[in-house]
């Protein structure tokens, strides 16, 4: 793969449209970025869950600060990167003139890599799935093909990512979001179908990034940007270099602000994490500047810009001394996977104490338990309705709850199924509750 090909400013379903200078003031991928932060679907974002319930008497991160936050640091990872390739390439810019633009593209994919998560966080992946696992859903399965059932059953929010930027719903714009082929290819964290995925054998097979809906859209991104294919992978492609940037910052951000959540809820006191942030920091100024802070909130917040710095430079430096490896497709970990050791040892540390302390705490497991019996009760309302032969008259009046632009286009059990996904997977935590509890005959709307 290569830069030239790998950085397209086309847009996606405009590809004959002009495309600015990119010495413009506002790029086209800048342009990305505002259509994504003035969207419905990100504004949504700020009632989802990230970790912890939602409202709370102490503000903690939802999706949307944490989709800012995540922006903000894949920024910089792609300024330093260009930045670091000009002073050994000065002539950079004319061989590649969309790598100034790298930290634009990153930001604009860190923006909307969430935008594919139902509400109650992880869970509410987890309860869609286990509708057609382990619930009702498993009648559908005869009516499907066997790679349609393998989205079902392991939902997935990259791939439903995806499907919001590039689907034509009915009586939205039939060419989505229209972003530019390189923000789209950035998102695609594991570019393989639900079929391909769940490989343990290889790394970025954990999970897929594409439903079947969507596979002939990616290919084409594919194409139009020289991604590579997988050949261990029948329906599978090699990383977006970017991607590796978009998920360093992803995880700096969550294994380093859920604990600062953490403090502020009570679950872990400052000594606890200030033992893991402190010697992450790598400051040895940073010790007389704590013993300034009288509050325990200012210390934290500043052990969290420290240690997040130090994870940017570091996966930058990883990102640049692998760059031929991962540009011919053969880096097979992520970035922070592969820092030196000792930070390495750090992250885990972390992990461990998070996994053990905060994402066991009661207040997680109440909201993912809610999340559960909340998302099952939607599907195995809306998913008969709209696929039964027969509708009666109950089945009338909850279509009649759904949006048209969730009507699906094809009169196909895939196709319908997949509607409803997007009409709940859509929802936020507070109008999912609200909804589930009024067709369970829990609350009735008001007749104010």
């Known amino acids: 793969m290569n830069w030239q090909r790998l950085l397209s400013a086309k847009r996606w379903g405009y590809e004959s449209r002009h495309i600015g200078d990119p010495h413009d003031a506002r790029s086209e991928f800048q342009r990305d970025y505002d259509r994504l932060?003035?969207?419905?679907?990100?504004?949504?974002?700020?009632?989802?869950?990230q970790v912890f319930p939602l409202p709370g008497s102490v503000f903690v991160h939802?999706?949307?600060?944490?989709?800012?936050?995540?922006?903000?640091?894949?920024?910089?990872?792609?300024?330093?990167f260009y930045n670091e390739m000009r002073k050994s390439f000065p002539a950079i810019d004319a061989e590649a003139p969309y790598l100034q633009e790298v930290g634009n593209i990153v930001s604009a994919a860190c923006l909307s890599h969430d935008l594919g998560n139902p509400a109650f966080g992880h869970s509410g992946e987890s309860a869609i799935s286990s509708y057609f696992t382990d619930g009702d859903g498993r009648n559908f399965e005869g009516r499907v093909s066997e790679a349609e059932w393998a989205d079902l059953a392991h939902f997935e929010g990259n791939a439903n990512a995806l499907r919001i930027l590039t689907h034509a719903f009915a009586g939205k714009d039939e060419h989505g979001f229209a972003l530019t082929y390189s923000t789209l290819?950035?998102?695609?964290?594991?570019?393989?179908?639900a079929i391909d995925g769940h490989d343990k054998q290889v790394h970025h097979r954990k999970k897929y990034g594409f439903f079947q809906s969507e596979q002939p859209a990616f290919e084409r991104i594919a194409e139009e940007l020289g991604l590579l294919e997988d050949n261990m992978q029948q329906r599978g492609f090699k990383r977006h270099p970017l991607v590796y940037l978009v998920e360093a910052a992803d995880d700096i951000c969550y294994n380093i602000i859920d604990l600062e959540d953490a403090h502020r809820l009570g679950i872990l006191t400052y000594d606890q994490v200030a033992r893991l942030l402190i010697p992450i920091c790598g400051d040895s100024q940073l010790e007389p500047r704590l013993a300034k802070l009288d509050d325990a909130d200012s210390r934290i917040s500043l052990l969290r810009a420290k240690a997040i710095n130090t994870l940017i430079i570091a996966c930058a430096e990883v990102f640049l001394q692998h760059q031929e490896t991962i540009l011919n497709g053969q880096f097979e970990k992520s970035l922070m996977d592969a820092l030196p050791a000792g930070l390495v040892d750090m992250m885990h540390a972390i992990e461990r104490v998070s996994v053990e302390k905060i994402y066991n705490a009661q207040s997680v497991v109440q909201i993912e338990v809610a999340g559960y019996k909340v998302m099952n009760g939607?599907?195995?309302?809306?998913?008969?309705?709209?696929?039964?032969?027969?509708k009666t008259k109950y089945h009338g009046k909850l279509l009649a709850l759904m949006p048209k632009q969730f009507h699906a286009q094809q009169e196909t059990a895939y196709a319908k199924i997949r509607s409803v996904l997007d009409f709940v997977s859509g929802m936020t935590d507070l109008y999912a509750v609200e909804l589930y509890r009024k067709i369970k005959g829990i609350s009735f709307p008001s007749l104010d």
């Open 37 to 49: 932060i003035f969207s419905s679907p990100f504004r949504r974002l700020q009632n989802k869950t």
């Open 62 to 80: 939802n999706r949307l600060t944490h989709s800012l936050e995540v922006a903000s640091v894949g920024r910089s990872l792609g300024r330093i």
């Open 185 to 193: 290819g950035a998102i695609v964290k594991y570019p393989c179908a």
């Open 378 to 390: 939607l599907l195995e309302e809306f998913i008969p309705a709209y696929l039964s032969e027969k």
